[in-house]
């Protein structure tokens, strides 16, 4: 039977969809909609609020997604049992689909013979004076903490000394270690692209924050959505992407650089400026060149060296280079010495920076592989970047190609997989450069891909 339930949204500032998922979680908690309880149709809400059934199916899946409610086809969406299972219920990286699959779901490194050169490196590091008996610490991390400057290299990033590094485990260590450092109060909104790399979401809800999607264009966040939504919230954080925004592509120019910038410094709001992907462009000044005093720079050697290391640094804003150190100390006492040695050897004998040229030059190889046989589609690429983003032609949706594309041995990641619940994903795929993958198959993989976007269905509801 459905409970009868009519919230006052007039006292939840903001759209309505939040309003009414304020109003939900705020009954959940108080139990005026105790465990178990069937809330009304939406058809039956949005008419008694005076408001319109997507407003209200938003909402429900808002507060669906965060496990507070769950659906049961057919029967209806329920408040969500006390007791859940605690934790993260979706990983964040796909698992191996097995070697007869040409997997483009996550851009994989090529096999250079880095593995060697790594084992190489590590076993030299091993026969060194290092001190694996104590625990890491600020001293021992200093010469890492100065590599990584140099690593840097001419990228402009504003005032830049070793003080403002903290090293992290990954670059998505560095994302939650960002917001377990800024965020305060109560469910904090955090902003962030309406596609957007799905491990910021994840990032968000594990630091028991609330993630805001804000409209895009092709060159990222639209800055006019970004002030909408601080007038609207209180938006304490905004996760990005400038170059190489995942998946989409996209470039942010120097004019949106400088609006973005603007505009968090009005609202006070601090920056999280992901650059992942190495593509080694510094044409452009950096987020944190723009307003070193509220922007982190998350960065790794994951796509660039390789992934199994788990190195990564975050370049902290202008004197809250010890604030990040000890957010990462407080959770993990810091990166392990044996991985920090030989990140520092690495570094500094030069190793690092053959192994990046060595990747970058198959990744320009095989994304000149891509445009040669996509490039007539509607593509979205850049140099360096180890994806690309289609839009697919008329005749296909993304849910029929990723199946169709899965039986012709394929896999591709669906816009679906980087929106949020409430938000609207364009009928487009990403594909991934399948580095693990030998060059000929990766091609005939192409060329398949190619007569699959050549041959619609002829049955649009398929």
């Not at 429900?60 to 993260?88: D, I, K, N, W």
């Not at 264009?217 to 639209?222: F, H, P, W």
Request: contains cysteine; glycine residues 10%; aromatic residues 6%.
């Amino acid at each position: 039977m459905n409970t009868i339930w009519r919230p006052d949204l007039a006292q939840f500032p903001g759209p309505k969809y939040q309003a009414l998922a304020r109003a939900l979680r705020e009954a959940i908690r108080t139990g005026e909609l105790p465990e178990g309880a069937q809330l009304p149709p939406v058809r039956d809400l949005a008419w008694a609020l005076g408001i319109t059934p997507g407003t209200v199916a938003r909402a429900y899946g808002l507060v669906t997604q965060e496990g507070m409610l769950s659906g049961e086809v057919g029967r209806g969406t329920f408040v969500a049992a006390r007791h859940r299972p605690v934790g993260p219920r979706q990983a964040l990286m796909a698992e191996p689909r097995g070697a007869a699959l040409v997997d483009m779901r996550t851009p994989q490194l090529p096999d250079l013979g880095q593995g060697a050169a790594l084992a190489e490196r590590l076993a030299a590091v091993a026969r060194g004076p290092g001190a694996w008996l104590d625990y890491p610490g600020p001293r021992a991390e200093a010469p890492l903490r100065a590599a990584v400057v140099g690593w840097l290299g001419s990228c402009e990033m504003g005032p830049l000394t070793a003080d403002d590094i903290a090293l992290v485990s990954g670059g998505q260590h560095g994302i939650l270690t960002v917001l377990l450092c800024c965020l305060r109060g109560d469910r904090p909104v955090v902003a962030i692209e309406d596609l957007a790399y799905p491990g910021f979401r994840h990032a968000i809800r594990l630091a028991r924050a609330e993630p805001l999607g804000l409209e895009m264009d092709d060159q990222g966040v639209i800055p006019a959505a970004f002030d909408a939504a601080c007038r609207a919230r209180d938006v304490q954080a905004l996760c990005l992407t400038p170059d190489g925004q995942n998946p989409t592509a996209a470039r942010m120019g120097a004019e949106r650089r400088a609006q973005i910038a603007a505009l968090a410094r009005r609202h006070d709001v601090m920056v999280i400026e992901d650059d992942c992907y190495d593509m080694g462009a510094c044409d452009l000044p950096s987020l944190r060149a723009l307003a070193p005093e509220r922007v982190w720079h998350v960065a790794s050697l994951s796509k660039a060296v390789s992934p199994a290391l788990r190195f990564g640094f975050v370049v902290c804003p202008a004197g809250l280079g010890e604030a990040g150190r000890l957010t990462v100390q407080h959770a993990c006492y810091g990166l392990a010495r044996p991985v920090a040695d030989l990140v520092l050897d690495l570094l500094t004998t030069g190793t690092a920076a053959a192994i990046r040229r060595q990747v970058q030059d198959e990744v320009a190889r095989r994304l000149q592989a891509i445009l040669n046989r996509l490039g007539r589609f509607d593509l979205r690429w850049q140099p360096g970047l180890p994806f690309v983003w289609l839009r697919l032609p008329l005749g296909w949706r993304a849910s029929t190609f990723l199946r169709v594309a899965e039986g012709e041995g394929i896999l591709l990641r669906s816009a679906d997989e980087y929106a949020l619940a409430e938000g609207r994903a364009p009928n487009a795929v990403r594909l991934a450069l399948a580095g693990a993958v030998p060059a000929a198959r990766f091609e005939a993989a192409l060329d398949r891909l190619v007569q699959l976007l050549d041959a619609p269905p002829r049955d649009l509801s398929a």
